[in-house]
């Protein structure tokens, strides 16, 4: 074999070797799932991987002359914002997002391709179709845009505070309102709650339940504002103590706090009223037996009783002598809703009767159900013994009135006789016979 042989053998060989080699290229571009595509500088396509192709259902050998922006965005323009043609003018790698007619998102890179010399010879297109996480990422940020919204126009505070002293580290717009701030980040620049507990026992306590069974529900606390003014709030709190916060809700309860303060005092002046009242004042349940629910001093002795818990501990058909009559009392009373002066005779603890009258409306309660009677009852034994008496006493009246009317007529009777005999005696003669008849 001589020399031009051997020469065309390694030719042949070395020929052989780079098809391998391109081929193997080729296969490595292919299996790479990224779109990559190479372009002169009038943006037409030299080469194409199959990722590109598959992209827009082509194949590699027909794009290839034709400019990209014909299969990725309007044929007949490049695209906005162009990474690739960036490239070409600043000669370095430019990236950008870009988003194509049919919708897709892309991560597009442009890399600039020098020869030996140094000359630029194309760009190399690197797209990476990023739809999903795209679409993802624009999901989270209107889920995050909305809770963000529900976060900030909640109508309760919403906060994470320190655990050791109650810094606050995240706050919305109502919980910074609460305390006194215009804007959450005054608050958490300048809020610590610890240091504004009136009881810092109370902030002991919650945290120390916390810590043991990792919850506190609706726990209140009297808190001062920035201006030093004081309210009151209820909250409910988690501990994460691994991140060292607590997190939780909570609203003002001041003008509640207020609310019920008057209310008690109202309810006091109520009982105190209640309670000096000469007459008996009670709340019962209705039907045929019914339960007490309340019963005044005046209530428990009249009928015996030490204080209103024994009074509870029976029921108001017990002061019955015939039980069925509180059944009949309690249908009345429902059907007309009010009963007045409703005279009843009772029975004591001891069994001594009672004469009462009985004044009773009922109240309904908000399913507009009965749900109660309220009852005044007066003691009327001294005056029924009175009246009694009295009428006796008119009865005697009546008689002695017939008696005197009887003995009047009776004796304008006898003196007509008495004065006959009297002028009967004047005609008879005088002698000793006479006067014995007379």
């Given at each position: 074999m001589n020399d031009e042989s051997m020469t065309k053998e390694q030719l042949l060989d070395e020929l052989r070797a780079l098809r391998?080699?391109?081929?193997?290229?080729?296969?490595?571009?292919?299996?790479?799932?990224?779109?990559?595509?190479?372009?002169?500088?009038?943006?037409?396509?030299?080469?194409?991987?199959?990722?590109?192709?598959?992209?827009?259902?082509?194949?590699a050998d027909e794009m290839i002359g034709h400019k990209c922006h014909e299969f990725w965005g309007d044929p007949n323009a490049p695209c906005d914002g162009c990474p690739t043609a960036r490239a070409f003018k600043t000669k370095r790698t430019e990236q950008t997002i870009m988003h194509t007619p049919d919708g897709r998102v892309w991560d597009e890179k442009g890399e600039p391709v020098f020869d030996e010399k140094g000359e630029l010879i194309g760009v190399l297109e690197i797209a990476h179709d990023i739809t999903a996480r795209a679409r993802a990422e624009e999901a989270l940020r209107e889920s995050e845009e909305k809770y963000r919204h529900i976060f900030n126009n909640a109508q309760v505070g919403i906060f994470r505070t320190r655990i050791n002293d109650g810094k606050v580290l995240e706050c919305n717009d109502r919980f910074a309102r609460t305390y006194g701030y215009e804007t959450p980040e005054e608050c958490m620049a300048d809020f610590v709650v610890s240091e504004h507990y009136t009881d810092p026992g109370i902030r002991e306590k919650m945290v120390a339940t916390l810590m043991e069974k990792g919850e506190v529900d609706n726990q209140e606390a009297r808190i001062s504002r920035k201006d030093g003014e004081d309210v009151w709030v209820r909250f409910s709190a988690r501990v994460y103590p691994g991140k060292g916060y607590l997190e939780g809700v909570g609203y003002e309860i001041t003008e509640e706090k207020k609310a019920l303060k008057a209310l008690q005092e109202s309810e006091e002046r109520y009982r105190t009223l209640v309670d000096n009242l000469p007459v008996a004042v009670y709340r019962n349940t209705p039907g045929p037996k019914g339960a007490f629910l309340t019963a005044n001093p005046a209530f428990c002795k009249m009928f015996g009783f030490k204080n209103e818990e024994e009074v509870k501990k029976i029921a108001p058909a017990d002061l019955y002598e015939k039980p069925k009559e509180?059944?009949?009392?309690?249908?009345?009373?429902?059907?007309?809703?009010v009963v007045e002066n409703d005279e009843r005779t009772l029975m004591k603890r001891d069994g001594t009767p009672v004469h009462t009258s009985i004044t009773s409306r009922v109240v309904y309660g908000k399913d507009g159900e009965v749900s109660h009677f309220d009852s005044i009852m007066l003691d009327i034994t001294e005056q029924k013994r009175l009246a009694n008496q009295l009428q006796q006493a008119q009865k005697m009246e009546a008689v002695a009135t017939l008696a005197g009317g009887v003995a009047h007529e009776f004796n304008n009777a006898l003196m007509g006789i008495v004065g006959n005999l009297e002028l009967l005696k004047m005609d008879l003669p005088e002698d000793e016979g006479r006067d014995k008849y007379f």
């Amino acid at each position: 074999m001589n020399d031009e042989s051997m020469t065309k053998e390694q030719l042949l060989d070395e020929l052989r070797a780079l098809r391998e080699s391109e081929a193997q290229k080729r296969a490595m571009l292919d299996g790479i799932t990224i779109n990559l595509a190479f372009v002169n500088e009038n943006l037409e396509i030299l080469w194409v991987n199959k990722a590109s192709a598959d992209s827009v259902n082509r194949n590699a050998d027909e794009m290839i002359g034709h400019k990209c922006h014909e299969f990725w965005g309007d044929p007949n323009a490049p695209c906005d914002g162009c990474p690739t043609a960036r490239a070409f003018k600043t000669k370095r790698t430019e990236q950008t997002i870009m988003h194509t007619p049919d919708g897709r998102v892309w991560d597009e890179k442009g890399e600039p391709v020098f020869d030996e010399k140094g000359e630029l010879i194309g760009v190399l297109e690197i797209a990476h179709d990023i739809t999903a996480r795209a679409r993802a990422e624009e999901a989270l940020r209107e889920s995050e845009e909305k809770y963000r919204h529900i976060f900030n126009n909640a109508q309760v505070g919403i906060f994470r505070t320190r655990i050791n002293d109650g810094k606050v580290l995240e706050c919305n717009d109502r919980f910074a309102r609460t305390y006194g701030y215009e804007t959450p980040e005054e608050c958490m620049a300048d809020f610590v709650v610890s240091e504004h507990y009136t009881d810092p026992g109370i902030r002991e306590k919650m945290v120390a339940t916390l810590m043991e069974k990792g919850e506190v529900d609706n726990q209140e606390a009297r808190i001062s504002r920035k201006d030093g003014e004081d309210v009151w709030v209820r909250f409910s709190a988690r501990v994460y103590p691994g991140k060292g916060y607590l997190e939780g809700v909570g609203y003002e309860i001041t003008e509640e706090k207020k609310a019920l303060k008057a209310l008690q005092e109202s309810e006091e002046r109520y009982r105190t009223l209640v309670d000096n009242l000469p007459v008996a004042v009670y709340r019962n349940t209705p039907g045929p037996k019914g339960a007490f629910l309340t019963a005044n001093p005046a209530f428990c002795k009249m009928f015996g009783f030490k204080n209103e818990e024994e009074v509870k501990k029976i029921a108001p058909a017990d002061l019955y002598e015939k039980p069925k009559e509180r059944e009949q009392y309690s249908d009345n009373l429902i059907e007309k809703g009010v009963v007045e002066n409703d005279e009843r005779t009772l029975m004591k603890r001891d069994g001594t009767p009672v004469h009462t009258s009985i004044t009773s409306r009922v109240v309904y309660g908000k399913d507009g159900e009965v749900s109660h009677f309220d009852s005044i009852m007066l003691d009327i034994t001294e005056q029924k013994r009175l009246a009694n008496q009295l009428q006796q006493a008119q009865k005697m009246e009546a008689v002695a009135t017939l008696a005197g009317g009887v003995a009047h007529e009776f004796n304008n009777a006898l003196m007509g006789i008495v004065g006959n005999l009297e002028l009967l005696k004047m005609d008879l003669p005088e002698d000793e016979g006479r006067d014995k008849y007379f």
